[in-house]
């Protein structure tokens, strides 16, 4: 959860499409600043969605690795709070609610295999 003082400042991410989609999405619908660093391997149709959505994209870094490490600088310069897209509690939190959407809609589900991703 961020405090007022972090969401008028804004928030940074380095992504490579999904998380980044995310966080420009609700940066609009919320009116917090984001910006988010994606790698030049990045497919051009999230980096398009991304500014459509009015978030500060940067393509930065040959891969995710190099994207993060330029955010974090952007973070100490910037005064921005890094939200990490796999790594972070608030995160872990929000996705975990799927678990419990499935069981109120399929509540004689078996097993559910999820895909995810994260660097």
């Known amino acids: 959860k961020l405090s007022s003082e972090e969401a008028e400042s804004g928030v940074i991410a380095a992504s490579a499409g999904n998380h980044a989609l995310a966080l420009a999405y609700h940066g609009k619908e919320l009116g917090i600043p984001v ?3 994606m790698p030049k ?3 051009l ?3 398009d969605k991304c500014r459509k959505f009015g978030s500060n994209t940067i393509i ?3 891969h995710i690795g190099e994207s993060q490490v330029f955010a974090e600088e952007m973070v100490k310069n910037n005064n921005l709070t890094y ?3 796999y790594d972070d509690p ?3 939190a929000g996705a975990g ?3 419990i959407e499935l069981v109120d809609d399929v509540p004689e589900v078996d097993v ?3 895909p995810i991703g994260g660097a």
């Open 41 to 43: 391997v990045a497919p």
């Open 45 to 47: 149709s999230k980096v």
């Open 97 to 99: 609610t799927i678990g």
């Open 90 to 92: 608030s995160i872990i």
């Open 112 to 114: 559910v295999v999820v």
């Open 35 to 37: 910006t988010v660093v």
């Open 83 to 85: 939200i990490n897209g």
């Open 60 to 62: 930065e870094g040959a």
